[in-house]
Structure formats: structure tokens, C-alpha cells
């Protein structure tokens, strides 16, 4: 029954994916609400869920403390992040937008990591709701109604930067993406490892956009509604955290 309801809300992630160019209340040049809502998601998410991610990646990597060690004891995953956070940020105020005619041109490298980027987030989210240990209808709602308000954010603003490369080739890969990492999760106990450790170099990525793009201006923001989506998520994250805990 899980794997049904897992399989839905993947589908509705995808769903996501490919018609937020369409949705008629992105259209214009206004801030809407939701996008409020979705940064407010997307920043609670940063820290409460990625960057303790990247702690438990730290935890888990075994390295023998020495004096001839290049690399501090404890550091390594975050090293990784930052080297991730330092090239995209590099490469992605290199080319930020995309010309009104991409047909017949080569992708820049910009645009190849932040389709790899993307797509690895996409695998992971997938892969995620595949292997959600809380077997229950309701927790699956609000995971899904949380991944989908961050998705609408981040979709938003590369559809935004590339649009025409997003209606082309990007939903479709990132929905291929999602598809293949909830495949991945029937493997769950071989490939937990490689999917956790891909968190140190999509992390970069996630935070840039999390708190660059989505954050608005402050004449457009919407604030209430940012800190309600702020004190909602922190607190599902956190619920959801405990119940994790609790089960263990």
C-alpha cells in the first residue's frame, strides 16, 4: 500500500515539474503568494533537514586521525558541500540567463550542472518518498504538500532563468530523474549510502537557490505568509523527526 501511495506522490511532484510553466498566476510580473510560501518551505527545509543531512554524512565517514592528515577530522562532508556552493555560485553568475534562442546551441557548462545538480536532487526526493519509513496515508500528505510548495519555488525560478531550455529538456529530466530514484528506493538498503553521500554535492546547489532565488526582494515579499510557511514546515520537519526517532 505504501509503495502506491509513494508512487502518487511522486507523480504529483512531476506533475509539478512539468506545468508550472503553464500555471496562469506565474504568468506575470507580480510576486504571488505561494512563491512566499515556497521559500519559507525551502529555507526551513535548508536547515532543518539538509544541513543536519550533511552532519550525519560527517558521522558516518570513518577516517583515522593523524598528524600527517591533510584534511581536518570532521570537516570533510562540509569541505565537499562548500566546494559544491563555491563552483555553482561561480558558474552560475558567470550565465544566468538564457538567450531567447537556444535552438541549435550546445549547453553551457552552467547549464549542465544545474541539470546534473537538479537531477540528482530530483533522484533523491524520489528516492525518499520510495523509502519513507512512516507508513501512513497522512504523513505522505504532508510530505508531499511540502515537497511540492519547495518544488514550485525552485521550478518557478529555473523556468524563470531558462525557459526555454526548462520546457525542452529539463522538466522532463528532472521528472525522470524523481521516477528513477523512487525505482531506486526498492533497492533501498544498497543504494542508501550512495544517495546520502550525493548530499555533499547537490547541497551547494539547494542552498543557493533556496536562499538567493527564492527569498524575493523586500518590496515584493510577502512576509506573513513566509514565516507562517517557516513555522509550518520547522514544525512538520521537527514532528516528523521525533516520530523518526521514536520508531528507531
Known amino acids: 500500500m505504501a509503495g502506491y501511495i509513494s508512487f502518487s506522490a511522486v507523480l504529483i511532484l512531476c506533475l509539478i515539474c512539468w506545468t508550472l510553466p503553464r500555471w496562469q498566476f506565474l504568468q506575470g510580473s507580480n510576486h504571488p503568494p505561494i512563491l512566499s510560501v515556497s521559500a519559507g518551505v525551502g529555507i526551513s527545509y535548508v536547515f532543518l533537514a539538509l544541513l543536519p543531512k550533511l552532519a550525519e554524512i560527517q558521522t558516518s565517514i570513518f577516517v583515522k586521525g593523524d598528524d600527517s592528515a591533510l ?27 538564457e538567450d531567447e534562442d537556444t535552438k541549435g546551441r550546445r549547453p553551457s557548462s552552467t547549464v549542465i550542472l544545474v541539470t546534473s545538480i537538479f537531477a540528482l536532487y530530483n533522484a533523491q526526493i524520489g528516492f525518499l518518498l520510495g523509502a519513507w519509513p512512516i507508513p501512513y496515508w497522512l504523513s505522505y500528505l504532508g510530505l508531499t504538500f511540502a515537497f511540492g510548495m519547495h ?9 524563470r532563468h531558462y525557459p526555454n531550455r526548462y520546457t525542452r529538456y529539463f522538466r522532463v529530466v528532472f521528472s525522470l530523474s524523481m521516477l528513477a530514484g523512487w525505482l531506486g528506493s526498492l533497492l533501498a538498503e544498497q543504494l542508501n549510502p550512495a544517495f546520502k553521500f550525493s548530499t555533499m554535492f547537490v547541497a551547494g546547489g539547494i542552498i543557493i537557490t533556496a536562499i538567493r532565488e527564492e527569498i524575493p526582494p523586500r518590496e515584493e515579499a510577502n512576509i506573513p505568509y513566509f514565516l507562517v510557511a517557516v513555522i509550518a514546515a520547522s514544525l512538520f520537519i521537527i514532528f516528523t523527526k521525533i516520530l523518526l526517532a521514536r520508531g528507531q
Open 151 to 159: 518544488f514550485i519555488g525552485i521550478n518557478y525560478h529555473l523556468w
Open 71 to 97: 584534511l581536518p577530522v570532521g570537516l570533510h562532508a562540509y569541505l565537499a558541500a562548500l566546494v559544491g556552493f563555491v563552483i555553482f555560485l561561480l558558474l552560475v553568475r558567470k550565465d544566468l540567463a
